[in-house]
């Protein structure tokens, strides 16, 4: 089933012909519970938008309009749109929950002085705001590096850690329960840092640069385990999959590759081919580079967006896409966290939602996902247990 148009978001004031203006779509972002979207929409500003999306902003058919009305009434009473003026041009974008305390009553990040939601960006200058979403009030800027903060990541545990990649080669590790203060600064890198991945379970954190390996860090010692080798050019996109079992790195050689992270080994490549294979001068097929990959919730697709105006979806058991959907322009790719559709940004600064297959796991990757969640590949295959199931559990059988 190809995916199909749900809704395009287009920017709200008019394109202007400086660079300061800036109107790509670097960075999409759900909120950890789907109440919450933010795109970050060029001309320096950030919209925060109540999840489901209101009539509005869907895609101008009766069906989507009648859809739309009811999702309208609902978000606006529970919470309002909001613009965040940055002051700079935004690249990244990352949200992150503090859970509720045991007893229900107090919030630990009210303890900490900070609300239940908040949401970083990455700016053009190097600073990192930090922002309330129910308010839109600014918490925190972080100050530190000397370049454009090209991509956030947050510990997905509800910690309040934050991880920041930048042009100035550099990613450095911010605790918001202290101030913002700078815990660490991560050096390793000869050119720009693209992406920065925390896995879930915290353990483990994967950087892309312009560079032709990705870096694999512990989230514990802030130490470089391991260079990922295997890519022809510029790795820019990295992801985990939901139980940190496997990690996927994108490339502008037009290959996704999946590694086992803990022991750097290679598992599958992806490929993209072109649907419709064009010759160049020389008699060579035309491919071309990659953007962003990212996991479906459940762990059990892939979706990539590359410069041939296509957004694939990969099934994890499969070499070959299992649908395409046109797309111009494409930078970056989010999957919605309850599954069932995949949001794009384009150089346009619009921002797409496209249907996504939707799957009822099977009791078999249930059971591997549960236990790699808190077992390492290593940890695998030291069991008393099968050969073909230490197989299927370490993803060397899909």
């Given at each position: 089933?190809?995916?199909?148009?749900?809704?395009?978001?287009?920017?709200?004031?008019?394109?202007?012909?400086?660079?300061?203006?800036?109107?790509?779509?670097?960075?999409?972002?759900?909120?950890?519970?789907?109440?919450?979207?933010?795109?970050?929409?060029?001309?320096?500003?950030?919209?925060?938008?109540?999840?489901?999306?209101?009539?509005?902003?869907?895609?101008?058919?009766?069906?989507?309009?009648?859809?739309?009305?009811?999702?309208?009434?609902?978000?606006?009473?529970?919470?309002?749109?909001?613009?965040?003026?940055?002051?700079?041009?935004?690249?990244?974008?990352?949200?992150?929950?503090?859970?509720?305390?045991?007893?229900?009553?107090?919030?630990?990040?009210?303890?900490?002085?900070?609300?239940?939601?908040?949401?970083?960006?990455?700016?053009?200058?190097?600073?990192?705001?930090?922002?309330?979403?129910?308010?839109?009030?600014?918490?925190?800027?972080?100050?530190g590096h000397?370049?454009?903060?090209?991509?956030?990541?947050?510990?997905?545990?509800?910690?309040?850690?934050?991880?920041?990649?930048?042009?100035?080669?550099?990613?450095?590790?911010w605790d918001?329960?202290?101030?913002?203060?700078?815990?660490?600064?991560?050096?390793?890198?000869?050119?720009?840092?693209?992406?920065?991945?925390?896995?879930?379970?915290?353990?483990?954190?994967?950087?892309?640069?312009?560079?032709?390996?990705?870096?694999?860090?512990?989230?514990?010692?802030?130490?470089?385990?391991?260079?990922?080798?295997?890519?022809?050019?510029?790795?820019?996109?990295?992801?985990?999959?939901p139980d940190?079992?496997?990690?996927?790195?994108?490339?502008?050689?037009?290959?996704?590759?999946?590694?086992?992270?803990?022991?750097?080994?290679?598992?599958?490549?992806?490929?993209?081919?072109?649907?419709?294979?064009?010759?160049?001068?020389?008699?060579?097929?035309?491919?071309?580079?990659?953007?962003?990959?990212?996991?479906?919730?459940?762990?059990?697709?892939?979706?990539?967006?590359?410069?041939?105006?296509?957004?694939?979806?990969?099934?994890?058991?499969?070499?070959?896409?299992?649908?395409?959907?046109?797309?111009?322009?494409?930078?970056?790719?989010?999957?919605?966290?309850?599954?069932?559709?995949?949001?794009?940004?384009?150089?346009?600064?619009?921002?797409?939602?496209?249907?996504?297959?939707?799957?009822?796991?099977?009791?078999?990757?249930?059971?591997?996902?549960?236990?790699?969640?808190?077992?390492?590949?290593?940890?695998?295959?030291?069991?008393?247990?099968?050969?073909?199931?230490?197989?299927?559990?370490?993803?060397?059988?899909?």
């Amino acid at each position: 089933e190809e995916p199909v148009l749900l809704a395009e978001l287009k920017p709200g004031r008019p394109q202007r012909y400086d660079w300061k203006s800036s109107c790509e779509t670097w960075s999409v972002a759900f909120s950890p519970d789907g109440a919450w979207f933010a795109w970050s929409q060029g001309h320096c500003v950030v919209k925060l938008i109540p999840w489901p999306l209101g009539e509005a902003e869907l895609c101008k058919t009766s069906e989507r309009k009648s859809r739309g009305g009811k999702a309208e009434s609902r978000s606006r009473g529970a919470a309002k749109e909001k613009t965040l003026e940055c002051g700079q041009i935004v690249w990244g974008l990352a949200f992150s929950a503090w859970p509720a305390a045991e007893d229900g009553d107090t919030d630990p990040a009210c303890a900490l002085g900070l609300p239940c939601l908040v949401l970083a960006t990455g700016l053009n200058d190097g600073q990192i705001k930090v922002w309330e979403v129910q308010t839109g009030h600014l918490l925190f800027s972080l100050l530190g590096h000397q370049d454009v903060v090209r991509d956030l990541s947050f510990a997905p545990n509800g910690s309040p850690i934050l991880v920041s990649a930048s042009r100035d080669k550099t990613l450095r590790v911010w605790d918001l329960s202290r101030d913002g203060r700078q815990v660490q600064v991560l050096s390793g890198h000869v050119q720009w840092v693209y992406c920065c991945s925390i896995s879930p379970d915290c353990s483990m954190l994967c950087s892309a640069a312009g560079e032709k390996s990705a870096l694999l860090w512990s989230m514990r010692s802030y130490t470089l385990i391991r260079r990922l080798e295997g890519h022809q050019s510029s790795v820019v996109s990295c992801d985990f999959s939901p139980d940190s079992a496997l990690l996927v790195t994108a490339s502008y050689d037009a290959c996704v590759i999946m590694w086992d992270p803990y022991t750097g080994e290679q598992l599958r490549t992806l490929r993209h081919v072109p649907l419709h294979s064009t010759l160049d001068s020389s008699g060579e097929i035309h491919t071309s580079s990659l953007r962003s990959v990212c996991f479906s919730p459940e762990g059990l697709y892939l979706a990539t967006v590359a410069d041939d105006r296509l957004l694939r979806i990969w099934a994890l058991e499969l070499r070959s896409p299992v649908a395409f959907a046109p797309m111009t322009n494409g930078l970056c790719c989010m999957y919605f966290p309850h599954g069932g559709f995949i949001a794009t940004g384009t150089r346009d600064g619009h921002v797409q939602f496209w249907t996504a297959p939707r799957v009822l796991s099977s009791l078999k990757h249930l059971c591997r996902k549960a236990l790699r969640t808190f077992l390492t590949t290593y940890q695998v295959l030291a069991l008393p247990i099968p050969r073909k199931l230490k197989e299927f559990l370490t993803y060397r059988t899909f």
